[in-house]
């Protein structure tokens, strides 16, 4: 659906959002939603077993059951048999081996949902089932079975800066953990394949990243690029879950065998088996520091479940162990990390990409480190805060803005919440809420903070850019601009972002947004908060050419024929890094801070987290209420994860995939969420604006566990934190 909107608003201001009247009054076609006249229902068989030798597949019953007009394995596909974001080792369908429980077998195409679900259970496999490696520790050992031939190693990489064995006065150490996290966006895996007449394929699907997604059809469709087409869908949330392929070969390749429409959703449980997760972690850290509070040196370990693919684990690891010496001058780092194989589902994005394992780990290190030198939690970082021209342990120096030092005071600045008298309250206002199980009895509130940060866009010489077309006529209400671009909304406001970049270069109220589709260049993924410098970098090209012609024509008024331009953004380039680490990887950070105030019944283990302040370096904020907004759902995912979410295995299976058993925060979790904008414009991008969907995610998780650690004065060294971790006080 293309949007014209006609408000005024510019660059800066808090204008309404252009999708947000269709979606408040359901007029929105969200993925799950798309009709076709004739269209079959697409299914799929996964593997019960996370891992298996498939001796064989016996599809007759199923092809042959009424309605049934597609059963299709392994064999079918006509193209190439694997697919991957980077790596190209997950099975379109799987061949002769399973490797995690829920990895896709056969696909089938019906009539009707309840038909081609019926025809699954037909299918018959024979599984020689064998021992699943689940452990990532285990997945290291010399003994371990191999989960792919080449080894359970998906990367390993160290860091060494300084003299990593450098003396110091106070030296602290601690393991730490973090679970497997689910993205758990409202809408779940849809999409509509419709066979064209050239034989090709159009393919309507709710995705993060059109052009990856094309990269990886085609081949497997057997198809050359130009005859496999896609077209952006509604989509309801993605945070990570929808960067990696799910459904998009399947519909294809049921709508190319059948010749008609073929839509594919999931339901819920199906969606927590067919999207990645966040990656589970390990980490060691020992921090050495002199007597004053100056950081000598950081040591650290990291070791991430990538599962049992490799999706985007290479980068995570990379993220994770670049960052694990925090937003601190360090002279002296020995870092290192591994991602490993397991037999676990896959991991790969989510909001805040290895920096948030990270930062649970180095901000309960800072901690510990202030306790044992006697000092402020706050005044320690604000000691050791990196600035302009800081180098990190990857040796590169930070040239942009770096305030860290401003969030922090920020933070400090902000007034704490009342402390209410426990015992004439509103059971509502207690830990436990509508469950009404205690009275307040065993009380005890906590403070703590975290600061951390996130590289924006991708890393390590990746080649990214963004592509925008825009075209200005007159018509008889006067100038009209119209803008197309890849760039995917997943809700996060990119649609709303670009109408505001085109009112501000070329002064037009009336901005038509065009449905984004392979037809034009890639806008790159809408992740790792990158869609606003880059797509944004590029509709203000685009506008400024046609605004230079616009003039040369004489101004507006003597425009007599639409003018339109097309413009790449392009980043400053990095660089990938040596064997120790050294180099130039990360195109710019964006720094954030938290501080969480909790109440714990000690009694009982149930925790109320009182209230959330964040103060987040934007660069310059181009819409404040859109950034606000995206603070406030970081956090909530933070608290997400410090608290209730986790997937829960057992032995390579997931024992909680419906929103009954996986737990995410209501209204009823969420404290107020008190947001200060440090803007600090950032040399190089559009208007100087950072992206801003990760900090706090990063730092909010590490803040509520450390408010946990002081009300309870336990060491809580893995998050989430479990009612039976602070029970019996």
Not at 82 to 89: E, K, R
């Amino acid at each position: 659906m293309s949007i014209d909107i006609r408000r005024k608003g510019g660059v800066g201001e808090s204008v309404r959002r252009v999708d947000g009247i269709p979606k408040v009054k359901g007029d929105f076609e969200y993925a799950s939603d798309l009709r076709r006249d004739g269209m079959l229902y697409g299914a799929t068989l996964r593997s019960p077993h996370p891992h298996a030798r498939i001796a064989s597949i016996d599809a007759a019953a199923a092809a042959a059951a009424p309605g049934v007009q597609a059963v299709l394995t392994h064999a079918d596909v006509p193209g190439k048999k694997t697919f991957g974001l980077d790596v190209q080792d997950q099975p379109v369908l799987a061949v002769d081996v399973v490797r995690y429980a829920g990895e896709p077998v056969a696909i089938v195409a019906a009539e009707d949902p309840e038909v081609a679900r019926a025809a699954l259970k037909k299918i018959t496999v024979n599984y020689e089932v064998h021992t699943p490696v689940t452990d990532m520790e285990r997945a290291l050992e010399p003994s371990s079975p191999s989960v792919h031939p080449q080894g359970n190693i998906v990367r390993t990489l160290q860091v060494i800066h300084g003299d990593p064995n450098a003396p110091a006065d106070v030296w602290v150490e601690g393991r730490y953990e973090t679970g497997m996290q689910d993205q758990a966006p409202l809408g779940p895996e849809a999409g509509l394949a419709v066979p064209a007449a050239d034989g090709g394929v159009d393919l309507f699907i709710a995705t993060q990243w059109l052009h990856a997604d094309h990269e990886q059809l085609a081949p497997c469709l057997g198809l050359p690029p130009e005859k496999v087409r896609l077209h952006l869908s509604g989509v309801g949330g993605a945070f990570g879950a929808r960067e990696d392929v799910s459904m998009q070969i399947h519909a294809c390749l049921l709508a190319l065998r059948t010749g008609r429409p073929v839509k594919m959703s999931y339901g819920r449980q199906e969606s927590f088996y067919g999207h990645v997760h966040r990656h589970p972690s390990r980490v060691w850290m020992r921090h050495g520091a002199r007597r004053d509070g100056t950081l000598v040196s950081v040591q650290a370990r990291l070791l991430v479940d990538g599962g049992a693919y490799t999706s985007t684990s290479p980068a995570v690891i990379g993220n994770a162990t670049t960052f694990a010496a925090g937003p601190y001058e360090v002279p002296n780092a020995r870092l290192s990390g591994t991602a490993v194989f397991t037999n676990n589902p896959p991991c790969g994005a989510m909001r805040g990409f290895g920096a948030v394992q990270a930062c649970f780990a180095y901000e309960a290190q800072m901690d510990k480190l202030a306790a044992a030198l006697g000092l402020d939690p706050i005044e320690l970082r604000l000691k050791n805060a990196l600035k302009t021209g800081s180098v990190l342990p990857t040796g590169q120096p930070i040239v942009g803005a770096a305030p860290v030092r401003e969030c922090l005071e920020g933070l400090r600045g902000l007034p704490l919440p009342a402390d209410e008298p426990a015992l004439d309250r509103d059971p509502m206002l207690l830990p436990g809420g509508a469950g009404n199980v205690g009275h307040g009895e065993t009380l005890k509130r906590g403070v703590g903070v975290a600061v951390g940060y996130k590289n924006l866009a991708y890393s390590e010489g990746f080649d990214d850019s963004s592509e925008a077309w825009v075209r200005v006529s007159v018509d008889g209400h006067g100038p009209v601009a119209e803008v197309k671009t890849a760039a995917v909304d997943v809700g996060q406001g990119i649609d709303t972002i670009v109408t505001q970049i085109v009112r501000t270069e070329l002064g037009i109220d009336r901005v038509l947004i065009r449905p984004p589709d392979t037809t034009i260049g890639s806008a790159g993924s809408s992740s790792a908060s990158r869609q606003t410098m880059m797509t944004g970098g590029a509709v203000q090209l685009a506008c400024q050419a046609v605004r230079a012609e616009i003039d040369a024509q004489g101004g507006m008024q003597q425009v007599r024929r639409p003018i339109e331009a097309s413009r790449v953004f392009h980043h400053r380039p990095t660089g990938k890094l040596d064997a120790n680490g050294q180099g130039d990887p990360h195109v710019s950070f964006a720094f954030g801070a938290a501080r969480a105030v909790v109440e714990v019944d000690t009694g009982l283990g149930l925790v109320r987290v009182v209230q959330i302040a964040v103060t987040q370096d934007v660069g310059r904020a181009l819409n404040p209420q859109s950034v606000t907004g995206q603070i406030e759902g970081g956090s909530a995912q933070g608290l997400g994860l410090a608290l209730m979410e986790e997937v829960a295995l057992v032995d390579g299976q997931v024992k909680n995939a419906s929103f009954t058993d996986y737990l995410l925060p209501t209204i009823l979790d969420m404290p107020p969420v008190v947001c200060v904008l440090v803007e600090e414009p950032e040399p190089g991008l559009p208007y100087g604006a950072k992206g801003v969907g990760e900090p706090s995610t990063v730092v909010v998780p590490a803040a509520v566990v450390a408010a946990l650690r002081h009300a309870t004065g336990r060491e809580l060294p893995r998050a989430p934190v479990r009612p039976d971790d602070l029970v019996g006080l």
